[in-house]
C-alpha cells in the first residue's frame, strides 16, 4: 500500500510529520506510525500498552480509509508548547494537519485528551463528518479534576529528583513506585491546556457538534488521586455508565467496555472492533450526502 509522508507546520512553527496511506473517506488520527523497539516497547508492555498501537490501528483502517496519521501527543513532549497549548491552537494545530494532507473533510478519533481536543475540534468547523471520542466524556467530563491533576504534576517537575506518587488504581502495577520524567516545560502545556478549559460546559456546546458521533470508555475508568494530587477523582466512565441515555437523546451512539479501566480500553483490539464497523456504517452515510 502505496504511503505519503509529509509534514505540517504548527502554531508554534514547529513542523510535525505526517504519514499518509489507505484510500477513501479520510480519518485524522493523532497516533504514531512508527511501533516502538527496544527498552522503550518493553515499558508499554509492562504497563498492558501495545507499542505498536499506532501503527496497529492504522493497519487496521487504512484498506476502508486514507488514514492521516499524525503523533501530536509525541510531537508536544519533544516540541512542548508550555504557554500555548490552548483549544484553539490545539484546533489551529489538527486543522494544519488536514490542510497539508489536502483533506477537505474527514473523520476523527482521538483518546484520552486527545478526544477532549476532538470535541473542541468539532464545536470550531464543520469539516468533519464523523467523531469518536475515546477514554473521555462528551458531556460532564472530569475539567476540574484534570487540572487539579495537572497543577499537582506540574509542580512535582520543580523539584525533579523527587519520587511522585502515582494515582491509585487496582492494576497489578505499583503506581506508587513511579518517578516523575516529565519536564517543567512538558507539563506546563497541559496545566495550560486544562487552565483554559476552566469555565468550559460541554452540555452547552453540544448543539454545535453536527456530525454524527461515538463516545466510549473502560466500565471501570476511575482514578483516584491521593492527597498530594489534591485527592482528584477523575471519573471517565461514570457519564457513558449514567447517562447513556442522555447522550443518546442529543446525538451520541455510547459504548462501555466492561471490565477494561483506561489502558486497556486504548488498546487497538478493544478499539478497533468498536470504531471500524461504526465509521464505516457513517461513511456510507458520507457519501450520500456528497
Given at each position: 500500500m502505496k504511503t505519503i509522508n509529509i509534514q505540517a507546520s504548527l502554531h508554534d512553527g514547529s513542523k510535525i510529520s505526517?504519514?499518509?496511506?489507505?484510500?477513501?473517506?479520510?480519518?485524522?488520527?493523532?497516533?504514531?506510525?512508527?511501533?516502538l523497539e527496544g527498552q522503550?516497547?518493553?515499558?508499554?508492555?509492562?504497563w498492558g500498552m501495545d507499542p505498536a498501537l499506532g501503527r496497529s490501528l492504522?493497519?487496521?483502517?487504512?484498506?476502508?480509509?486514507?488514514?492521516v496519521a499524525f503523533d501530536y501527543e509525541g510531537h508536544r513532549i519533544n516540541h512542548s508548547a508550555p504557554n500555548t497549548l490552548t483549544p484553539e491552537?490545539?484546533?489551529?494545530?489538527i486543522l494544519a494537519v488536514a490542510d497539508a494532507a489536502g483533506v477537505e473533510r474527514w473523520a476523527y478519533y482521538g483518546y484520552s485528551w486527545l478526544a477532549l481536543s476532538g470535541l473542541q475540534l468539532?464545536?470550531?468547523?464543520?469539516?468533519?463528518?464523523?467523531?469518536?471520542m475515546g477514554g473521555y466524556p462528551p458531556i460532564d467530563g472530569p475539567y476540574d479534576a484534570m487540572l487539579a491533576v495537572t497543577k499537582a504534576t506540574h509542580?512535582?517537575?520543580?523539584?525533579?529528583?523527587?519520587?511522585?506518587?502515582?494515582?491509585?488504581?487496582?492494576?497489578?502495577?505499583?503506581?506508587?513506585?513511579?518517578?516523575?520524567?516529565?519536564?517543567?516545560?512538558?507539563?506546563?502545556?497541559?496545566?495550560?491546556?486544562?487552565?483554559?478549559?476552566?469555565?468550559?460546559?460541554?452540555?452547552t456546546i453540544q448543539s454545535n457538534v453536527s456530525c454524527p458521533r461515538l463516545c466510549f470508555a473502560g466500565s471501570v475508568d476511575k482514578i483516584v488521586y491521593g492527597e498530594r494530587?489534591?485527592?482528584?477523582?477523575?471519573?471517565?466512565?461514570?457519564?457513558l455508565l449514567h447517562k447513556s441515555a442522555e447522550l443518546q437523546k442529543i446525538g451520541w451512539d455510547v459504548q462501555v467496555l466492561d471490565g477494561f479501566d483506561h489502558i486497556k480500553a486504548m488498546q487497538p483490539n478493544a478499539v478497533l472492533p468498536i470504531i471500524r464497523p461504526w465509521l464505516i456504517d457513517k461513511r456510507i452515510q458520507e457519501n450520500t450526502t456528497k
Open positions: 505526517v504519514e499518509i496511506s489507505g484510500s477513501g473517506p479520510a480519518i485524522l488520527l493523532p497516533v504514531n506510525p512508527k511501533p522503550e516497547a518493553e515499558e508499554k508492555r509492562k492504522i493497519d487496521g483502517l487504512n484498506d476502508e480509509f486514507t488514514v491552537n490545539v484546533t489551529r494545530d468539532a464545536i470550531r468547523t464543520d469539516r468533519l463528518w464523523a467523531l469518536i509542580d512535582l517537575t520543580t523539584e525533579p529528583k523527587k519520587p511522585a506518587a502515582m494515582p491509585q488504581t487496582d492494576d497489578e502495577l505499583d503506581w506508587d513506585s513511579a518517578e516523575m520524567t516529565m519536564t517543567e516545560e512538558q507539563t506546563r502545556q497541559f496545566r495550560t491546556l486544562y487552565e483554559a478549559l476552566q469555565g468550559f460546559n460541554d452540555r494530587w489534591g485527592n482528584a477523582v477523575v471519573d471517565i466512565a461514570g457519564p
